[in-house]
């Protein structure tokens, strides 16, 4: 009996001990939602390229929603092209089960295919007193081969209400190029900026994209870049019915509003 004693005290500690070890882990880090990296652009998916829209196209048949959708698209072409991997890696983590690390550290580890091309994606999150740090690394493999680059990083609201995102130009150039901040309220991202932070002629370029009550219920308003100065573009729309009007001193000539209909045409505003 006293053998047994010991042997059994000695099962009860390490159940305990073992139990306390799980619960330490707590439980992952929410993932920011997909929408917190994009803006949504589909009211203006099919403009012309940007070196199509020049001022002697102004007042044809579509020319308003043209130059929203133009002006829009230098943005969309970003988050297309140069930051197109680390986009699609993020998007590919919520499908993914992260595996603990060490203390308030998650990590979820993954491939992810993108034009052809696989990469390897690890993801970490360590959780803070008030908000999550998230690094996303990235490998390239076959004929993109590079060694794991920091690709981006941010930081996020512990109750996933809101949090900015910092990505590199790409993998050869680990340079900040693109900072997005965004909020959320309840299940909807209502609110995304982008900001270019890069050193040159960009520099604090930016959209901001955002969700309102009014009838136009939603905007774009826009710094970019036209090859000579920085220009200002205000752009609402509505998400139902795709009308919308958008207002440019240095491309229309004025602080007028101009407006299109919902089949994207020129009309006269109200």
Same mark, same amino acid.
């Given at each position: 009996m006293k053998k047994i004693f010991p042997i059994v005290l000695i099962l009860i500690l390490s159940t305990g001990f073992f139990t306390g070890c799980k619960k330490d882990k707590g439980e992952p880090p929410v993932l920011p939602p997909q929408e917190s990296m994009v803006i949504d652009f589909t009211n203006f998916a099919s403009a012309k390229k940007s070196d199509e829209v020049i001022p002697g196209q102004k007042g044809t048949e579509n020319s308003n929603w043209e130059y929203a959708a133009t002006v829009a698209g230098y943005w969309k072409l970003i988050i297309n092209t140069t930051l197109a991997v680390p986009v699609a890696a993020f998007k590919a983590a919520v499908d993914q089960t992260p595996v603990f690390v060490s203390t308030k550290l998650w990590q979820w580890s993954y491939n992810v295919t993108y034009l052809n091309t696989t990469y390897k994606a690890r993801l970490t999150g360590q959780i803070g007193s008030s908000d999550v740090q998230w690094k996303m690394y990235i490998t390239g493999e076959g004929a993109n081969a590079f060694a794991e680059v920091l690709w981006f990083e941010g930081t996020s609201k512990i109750d996933g209400t809101g949090g900015q995102w910092i990505l590199n130009q790409d993998a050869l150039s680990p340079v900040a190029f693109l900072q997005i901040d965004w909020t959320k309220t309840?299940?909807?991202?209502?609110?995304?900026?982008?900001?270019? +932070?890069?050193?040159?002629?960009?520099?604090?370029?930016?959209?901001?994209?955002?969700?309102?009550?009014? +009838?136009?219920?939603?905007?774009?308003?826009?710094?970019?870049?036209?090859?000579?100065?920085?220009?200002?573009?205000?752009?609402?729309?509505?998400?139902?019915?795709?009308?919308?009007?958008?207002?440019?001193?240095?491309?229309?000539?004025?602080?007028?509003?101009?407006?299109?209909?919902?089949?994207?045409?020129?009309?006269?505003?109200?």
């Open positions: 309840a299940t909807v991202v209502g609110y995304v900026k982008y900001t270019y +932070v890069k050193t040159d002629s960009f520099l604090n370029s930016y959209i901001e994209y955002g969700l309102t009550s009014n +009838v136009l219920n939603a905007y774009y308003t826009i710094e970019y870049y036209n090859g000579v100065k920085k220009s200002d573009v205000n752009i609402e729309w509505n998400t139902t019915t795709y009308n919308g009007h958008v207002k440019s001193v240095d491309y229309l000539g004025d602080s007028n509003w101009y407006c299109w209909d919902s089949n994207k045409s020129n009309t006269v505003c109200p």
